[in-house]
């Protein structure tokens, strides 16, 4: 229902974690959950105002900050374990497929 708040839980480290993320013009922010069962449960959520510069950005760049920003505010949640990144903004789509750059030596 719409009018009760969602029950955080605790991270579980037997299951995947997903970062959603998502920008506006006037800020930032992104939800850390995991599936248990047949359901998405949330950990945590993030969000941010804009300053002035940043609401200046393009739609991309503010895009990538709410990615960038989040996993910064999550990095806890996150350093050392695959996690799954979603974000609605099909120009950073390739961020999803990034691969370890290789050496130019």
């Given at each position: 229902?719409?009018?009760s708040?969602?029950?955080?839980?605790?991270?579980?480290?037997?299951?995947?974690?997903?970062?959603?993320?998502?920008?506006?013009?006037?800020?930032?922010?992104?939800?850390?959950?995991?599936?248990?069962?047949?359901?998405?449960?949330?950990?945590?959520?993030?969000?941010?105002?804009?300053?002035?510069?940043?609401r200046?950005?393009?739609?991309?760049?503010?895009?990538?900050?709410?990615?960038?920003k989040?996993?910064?505010?999550?990095?806890?949640?996150?350093?050392?374990?695959?996690?799954?990144?979603?974000?609605?903004h099909?120009?950073?789509?390739?961020?999803?497929?990034?691969?370890?750059?290789?050496?130019?030596?």
């Amino acid at each position: 229902a719409l009018t009760s708040a969602p029950i955080l839980t605790y991270p579980r480290i037997d299951k995947v974690s997903f970062l959603d993320t998502d920008a506006s013009n006037e800020g930032i922010g992104a939800v850390l959950f995991q599936n248990i069962g047949n359901e998405e449960r949330v950990i945590a959520y993030f969000s941010k105002s804009l300053v002035k510069p940043e609401r200046n950005y393009c739609v991309t760049r503010k895009e990538l900050l709410a990615i960038v920003k989040s996993i910064e505010h999550f990095h806890h949640y996150l350093y050392g374990r695959k996690f799954l990144l979603r974000t609605d903004h099909a120009s950073l789509k390739w961020l999803l497929n990034f691969k370890e750059p290789a050496s130019s030596d």
